[in-house]
């Protein structure tokens, strides 16, 4: 059974304590994670779902999960991270790009992290019973995915502003990646 602490609408914590389905089905609030990690190519690492995964079986998505009840959001994306795809990330990386707080039944405030990795696919132990495989991405592609609404991609049920704002962070920090590998 997995518990979260239940925040409220301003995301202050509430001292409540539920299960992370019974928060869902109840409609309230709560935190996750996830993070797009970038390898030195400024290519981004996304995780295919399992087909047993309650919500978005066999889709591609960023890395990620619920915060723990008792945990705090920097603890949560080392977990998923570690548990999900089996790496460490570099703790000095470590940088809430946004939060986002959702507006629909799935009540969250959604961290996001970048982190910028030299792991080659083979580096990866995937959890079995989360992620079925991993791979690479150019930025371009996944551009292409949400111009064709490719239902295999969770960001494709993305508003288009909340897409464009994620993607231009990629962009970013590619270029910034990419920058410096010319300097040195």
């Not at 960023?62 to 548990?83: H, L, M, P, Y």
């Not at 592609?141 to 494709?156: M, P, Q, R, S, V």
Request: net charge negative; proline share 1%; aromatic share 10%.
């Amino acid at each position: 059974m997995e518990l979260v602490d239940i925040v409220d609408e301003n995301n202050q914590l509430t001292g409540q304590v539920e299960e992370r389905w019974d928060a869902y089905n109840k409609g309230l609030w709560r935190r996750t994670v996830s993070c797009w990690i970038m390898n030195e190519k400024g290519e981004v690492l996304l995780q295919k779902r399992t087909a047993n995964k309650i919500r978005n079986p066999n889709k591609w998505a960023k890395t990620g999960g619920q915060v723990d009840s008792g945990e705090s959001v920097e603890e949560a994306i080392f977990r998923e991270v570690k548990e999900e795809i089996g790496i460490e990330i570099p703790k000095e990386q470590i940088n809430v790009i946004d939060i986002h707080k959702t507006s629909n039944k799935n009540k969250c405030f959604a961290y996001n992290f970048l982190f910028v990795v030299n792991y080659k696919i083979g580096d990866y132990v995937l959890q079995k019973e989360e992620v079925a495989e991993v791979k690479y991405f150019t930025i371009e592609e996944l551009g292409k995915a949400k111009k064709n609404n490719d239902i295999n991609y969770t960001f494709c049920n993305w508003n288009e502003e909340d897409f464009e704002r994620e993607i231009n962070l990629l962009k970013n920090k590619r270029k910034e990646i990419l920058e410096k590998k010319v300097n040195e």
